[in-house]
């Protein structure tokens, strides 16, 4: 897994400017799966218009790629799949912004992000159930393995945490019941 002081580089300037947050995407498949090599972190965001000024200050651009405030705004506004990068300079790691918008699915996960610690370190992860359906979508749309191999193994080393009725009745309404047999087989 990556050296945590990247994930840091974002994560603690969220906690510190009070911008609600989680991780989803490869490194919450990681936590709840097994280790491997991701290029970056998705986080989703709640955050309003109004604290755009103290987002851009925590990430500025001398250290940071980040799209100007008006930017920022409009994807905030949007109702759905806002979203816009940020590149730490140095290292290259990249965050990939998403913002909540009025997705019940993203609003529910952020109410029931998982606090964790994790060496030394405070993260707010996805719930469990959102990864892996939000990986089976992916899954749908692109066809690569790489998500089935992250939900097989969150299946295997986390399966006390995982709600499946929860699961199962989001994938009957997504129609991915089929895919999540496969899944079940890996």
């Given amino acids: 897994m990556q050296d945590l002081n990247l994930f840091a580089l974002y994560t603690e300037k969220l906690i510190v400017n009070d911008i609600d947050f989680f991780i989803t995407g490869s490194v919450a498949s990681i936590i709840y799966g097994d280790p491997r090599l991701t290029h970056d972190i998705d986080l989703v965001l709640s955050m309003s218009q109004f604290k755009i000024d103290n987002f851009i200050k925590a990430f500025p651009i001398a250290e940071f790629y980040c799209p100007p405030s008006d930017v920022i705004k409009a994807e905030i506004i949007?109702?759905?799949?806002?979203?816009?990068?940020?590149?730490?300079?140095?290292?290259?790691?990249?965050?990939?912004?998403?913002?909540?918008?009025?997705?019940?699915?993203?609003?529910?996960?952020?109410?029931?992000?998982?606090?964790?610690?994790?060496?030394?370190?405070?993260?707010?992860?996805?719930?469990?159930?959102?990864?892996?359906?939000?990986?089976?979508?992916?899954?749908?749309?692109?066809?690569?393995?790489?998500?089935?191999?992250?939900?097989?193994?969150?299946?295997?080393?986390?399966?006390?945490?995982?709600?499946?009725?929860?699961?199962?009745?989001?994938?009957?309404?997504?129609?991915?019941?089929?895919?999540?047999?496969?899944?079940?087989?890996?």
Avoid: C
Wanted: glycine content about 4%.
């Fill in 78 to 186: 949007r109702p759905k799949n806002g979203h816009f990068n940020l590149i730490h300079h140095e290292t290259g790691f990249k965050a990939d912004i998403y913002f909540i918008g009025n997705d019940e699915f993203q609003i529910w996960a952020m109410n029931n992000r998982k606090e964790i610690i994790f060496l030394d370190k405070k993260l707010f992860i996805a719930p469990p159930e959102y990864v892996i359906i939000k990986k089976m979508e992916f899954y749908r749309e692109g066809k690569s393995q790489k998500h089935l191999y992250d939900i097989a193994a969150m299946l295997k080393n986390s399966k006390n945490l995982i709600d499946l009725d929860f699961i199962l009745e989001r994938l009957s309404k997504l129609e991915l019941l089929d895919l999540w047999e496969e899944i079940r087989l890996l």
